[in-house]
């Protein structure tokens, strides 16, 4: 018999596999397609944006799209990270943490909002799934009309 030795996770480790932590790993928290769909579509409309930027500097969270002028920040999220109510189908290993994190995700994403708000931004938030023209037009005509320059 080999002599193979199974992973084991450390303690409080969030894999429940290497496999599963592998596959984790590189999933990217930035720079996502729709992300980049998005972004270009909303380029070529003219509009320039920093990517993946705090909108307020005591805030330790980033938007995907942050137009300062504006005040506008723009969130593209994902269905399973965010919790999608059409896609999210929870987890099968780990659920208890996976759901865990996901709901964890949900209350922060809500506190973001509101914070941003309060402090005079307009938030958008959009589906990974929505259609990226849709979501450039809505981020074009939300931009223009809270322009400073605009108005």
């Known amino acids: 018999m080999g002599s193979e030795t199974q992973w084991n996770p450390p303690a409080g480790s969030w894999a429940s596999s290497a496999a599963r932590r592998r596959n984790m790993q ?3 928290s930035r ?17 320039r944006y920093r990517v993946a930027a705090k909108p307020l500097a005591d805030l330790r969270r980033t938007a995907d799209m942050v137009f300062r002028p504006a005040k506008v920040a723009v969130f593209v999220d994902g269905c399973y990270w965010h919790g999608c109510p059409e896609h999210y189908v929870p987890p099968k290993t780990n659920s208890g943490y996976w759901s865990d994190k996901v709901a964890g995700n949900i209350a922060r994403d809500r506190d973001t909002d509101q914070r941003l708000a309060e402090a005079g931004w307009t938030v958008l938030r959009f589906w990974e799934h929505e259609s990226a023209d849709d979501c450039a037009l809505s981020i074009a005509a939300t931009v223009n009309n809270l322009r400073p320059d605009r108005r």
């Open 26 to 28: 590189a999933i990217k």
């Open 31 to 47: 720079d996502t397609k729709p992300e980049q769909l998005i972004r270009r579509l909303v380029h070529a409309q003219g509009l």
